[in-house]
């Protein structure tokens, strides 16, 4: 029969472990900038280790008399490190739906829509709980109406709640 100080002891010691490895969940939300695109973020930190970001996307050109709209949609997969208090690393996969639609204004219009997958890895500085900028470099392989493959920079802006 186990005496009531070690009960006491093992009983305080499991509510301790239960309560450190319960993390809230911390969401956010963000805007990526690149030279061709902006798109929204929705970081979602699972726990310190996991994030899902889903990301949306518009930009709209003319040029020349011609009309380019371009529709993203997806989210991303990512591990996270953090190598001091105020810097966040992440990597991971992308999964994303690009709809590119083009007006030639000659009245020959086409579209063309892929199913994008790639690899992307970033980091944030944490100006305080909320606040953080940052940048992200991707390479992506687009399948559907045509295939390509991609890379792209951008600077992050995000704002935890």
Not at 2 to 7: A, F, G, N, V
Not at 123 to 150: K, P, Q, V, W
Request: one cysteine or more; proline letters at 3%; glycine letters at 12%.
């Amino acid at each position: 029969m186990m005496s009531k100080p070690l009960t006491t002891t093992l009983l305080c010691a499991a509510l301790s472990v239960s309560a450190m490895a319960v993390e809230p969940t911390q969401i956010g939300v963000g805007v990526g900038l690149s030279d061709s695109s902006t798109t929204l973020r929705l970081p979602i930190n699972l726990d310190s280790t996991l994030r899902i970001e889903p990301e949306f996307g518009f930009s709209f050109q003319n040029a020349d008399n011609n009309d380019y709209t371009n529709i993203l949609a997806g989210a991303g997969l990512y591990l996270m490190q953090q190598p001091s208090e105020k810097i966040n690393l992440y990597y991971g996969g992308k999964m994303l739906v690009d709809y590119k639609s083009y007006d030639r204004g000659t009245g020959f219009d086409d579209s063309e829509t892929q199913l994008v997958l790639g690899a992307a890895f970033g980091f944030e500085y944490m100006f305080d709980r909320h606040f953080s900028a940052g940048g992200e470099a991707g390479a992506y392989l687009g399948f559907g109406d045509a295939t390509n493959i991609e890379t792209q920079g951008l600077a992050l802006l995000r704002y935890y709640f």
